[in-house]
């Protein structure tokens, strides 16, 4: 029976049911298409968003720049996906491995330029690190307005639509298992720690330099990817597609919907993309109630909306188990330096 | 190189905005340790203040009464807004991490710009801002010069002058250090800290006010959102001049302003870009600022 349940656990029946239903509902034309792309782009924004809180949340850097990496991402899975088809025909088995293969080393390229990024905040903390974060944003779409092959600043359009709705699910499955994985893996601990406190992290002997450079390179990886499927699913990108305004966006998405937890980040990603469509007629005024909700929670809610709970059929933990699974593994941590010492 | 000269000048002019405003970053960031990227949102608000206000009393009276008078609501209105957005936004947050104070400060830039263009009378649309300064062309040896650029100027060098004999020669200069160095120990010294960080606020802010009146005289095309880059490049100067210092907002300001200005001439689209590349340059290599001396206090 024990096996029965960890090979079939409840989590999975759930994921599966959510996918039915959307897509039934689809189907049997209670979705429109226009709503079922709304969908869409939520999971790539809750992809986004899962990636930002691995850096703001988990390992407690502040990066304004996510979108930088999105756009490495979209652009360079475009050119590889513009690339297979002048080769290749059209069909439904190369469009498919095609796409894998482009958001793929859209991720790849997108980690490299994480990697990159990485290097300066070994030197700047807290508020110069969100600026230099944001500047790489900037100084990516400036490359992007002067580069000819892409467009320019036009834009690079006739993208093939290769994303669909069955994609951005698994891929976003993929990505909640890993985060969540990762914060419980020994890397995403030592993350918690640098997070914590980095003086102190660092007197325990956790290298802050490689995990902050650690988390960056996955989120990156992360954002590169749901920057490909972006592309994909849009079939036209703009270097301005990419600015601050839509890093601000995943940063108003992760801390409504609760910072540090990863079903806040869905929470927030969802509520944050959907609300808009059924607030149309408010018209710019969403804009200011966007401003004010923001304000809101991070004066009186810093646990966001969903107040730092997690969904339980994720099997996540919360805020307070990971605290606590921090503490024994700092004291694990300690216990072994002095062992060592001793020895 | 006649050329060079013309553009020198447009590159001053252009710098003593950046310096204005880096000004009001660096006061902000002395002081609470606090990027206040909503700075530069203020210099919209001032700059809407002066159309409206020139649009209410633009025939009333003469130009020599009325523009002084205007630049001095606008100055006021611009401190109470600053104050305003302390007083609720920021100082719950006091004692909170920077991270916090940080997405306060999106929010309420968020709040401004969004809440400015759903405004009746605003709107997103650019607005074309009056001509409140006297616009005569001088000319000194071929060289073109307006008089609005010579006022600008010479505004934007007294307001410099005044911030830096107030902070350093004044007995409230030598509080706001104070509370710069360590706040607890200023309140059991008698300093009211809040207070002093209030006034604080109120003057970067209208300092920026101000600036805002002094862009639209020389780019008469004001809208809800010029602040995003303005902003970020006056936020530049600061740290390259290095933050916390006056005269290193000054600097920075002009350095920038003038950078920007020769790289417009040959290369604009990447202009904007190769500002945040001398940012990051400047923060890896000297993360104190040309002016910032050696003083290692931490920077969290």
């Known amino acids: 029976m024990k096996t029965v349940r960890k090979i079939f656990k409840p989590e999975y029946f759930i994921f599966l049911l959510i996918y039915l239903v959307i897509v039934g509902l689809n189907k049997m034309g209670l979705i429109n298409a226009y709503l079922f792309q709304v969908i869409t782009i939520a999971g790539i924004n809750v992809i986004m968003t899962i990636s930002l809180n691995l850096v703001i949340g988990i390992t407690g850097q502040f990066s304004m720049g996510h979108a930088g990496f999105m756009s490495i991402g979209a652009y360079i899975s475009a050119i590889v996906s513009r690339l297979a088809f002048q080769v290749l025909e059209r069909t439904a088995l190369t469009d498919n491995l095609i796409l894998l293969a482009a958001v793929v080393a859209g991720g790849i390229i997108a980690a490299v330029f994480g990697f990159i990024i990485a290097m300066p905040t070994l030197k700047v903390k807290g508020d110069y690190l969100a600026i230099v974060t944001l500047g790489f944003g900037e100084i990516i779409r400036a490359v992007w307005r002067v580069v000819d092959y892409t467009g320019g600043a036009l834009g690079f359009s006739g993208i093939p639509k290769l994303t669909n709705f069955t994609w951005v699910f698994i891929i976003l499955l993929i990505a909640i298992y890993a985060s969540r994985n990762f914060i419980k893996s020994s890397f995403g601990r030592s993350c918690l720690a640098v997070r914590e406190n980095d003086i102190a992290a660092e007197a325990m002997g956790v290298n802050c330099r490689n995990y902050k450079v650690l988390a960056f390179v996955f989120a990156a990886f992360m954002a590169g990817v749901a920057g490909g499927l972006y592309a994909h699913l849009i079939q036209f990108i703009q270097p301005d597609n990419f600015s601050a305004a839509k890093s601000t966006d995943y940063i108003v998405y992760l801390y409504a919907g609760g910072v540090g937890t990863i079903s806040g980040s869905i929470f927030g990603a969802v509520v944050l993309t959907i609300l808009p469509e059924l607030l149309r007629f408010l018209n710019d005024w969403r804009l200011v109630i966007y401003a004010l909700l923001l304000l809101y929670i991070i004066i009186w809610k810093p646990y966001g909306l969903f107040g730092g709970r997690e969904f339980k059929f994720l099997n996540l933990e919360t805020i307070e188990a990971t605290d606590s699974k921090l503490r024994k593994w700092i004291r694990r941590r300690l216990r072994r330096k002095k062992e060592e010492a001793k020895s | ?300």
């Open chain 2, 1 to 300: 190189m006649g050329h060079v000269f013309q553009l020198l000048i447009y590159g001053l002019q252009l710098g003593s905005l950046y310096a204005l405003l880096a000004m009001g970053y660096t006061l902000v960031f002395g002081i609470i340790r606090m990027i206040n990227l909503a700075h530069a949102d203020l210099m919209m608000l001032g700059a809407f203040a002066a159309y409206f206000l020139f649009q209410w009393f633009g025939g009333t009276g003469s130009m020599a009464i009325l523009v002084p008078l205007i630049m001095i609501a606008t100055l006021l209105f611009g401190a109470g807004v600053g104050f305003v957005i302390e007083r609720f936004a920021y100082k719950p947050l006091r004692g909170r991490t920077t991270v916090a104070s940080l997405v306060a400060a999106i929010g309420v830039q968020l709040f401004i710009e969004n809440l400015m263009r759903c405004l009746p009378g605003v709107g997103a649309l650019p607005k074309n801002f009056p001509t409140l300064l006297p616009k005569v062309n001088i000319n000194i040896g071929g060289y073109q010069i307006s008089s609005v650029q010579i006022i600008v100027i010479a505004i934007a060098a007294l307001l410099l002058l005044f911030m830096q004999r107030l902070c350093y020669h004044t007995g409230f200069g030598k509080q706001m250090q104070a509370v710069s160095v360590d706040k607890d120990a200023s309140s059991l010294m008698g300093i009211n800290v809040n207070r002093v960080i209030s006034i604080t606020f109120s003057l970067g802010a209208a300092l920026a006010a101000i600036c805002g009146i002094l862009y639209g005289s020389l780019y008469p095309t004001i809208y809800v959102y010029m602040a995003g880059t303005i902003g970020n490049k006056a936020f530049i100067s600061a740290v390259i001049g290095g933050i916390g210092s006056i005269k290193g907002a000054m600097l920075g300001g002009l350095i920038i302003g003038i950078m920007e200005v020769f790289l417009q001439s040959f290369a604009a689209s990447i202009s904007y870009g190769l500002c945040f590349v001398i940012l990051i340059l400047v923060l890896l290599y000297k993360p104190t600022g040309l002016l910032g001396g050696k003083a290692a206090r931490e920077k969290v």
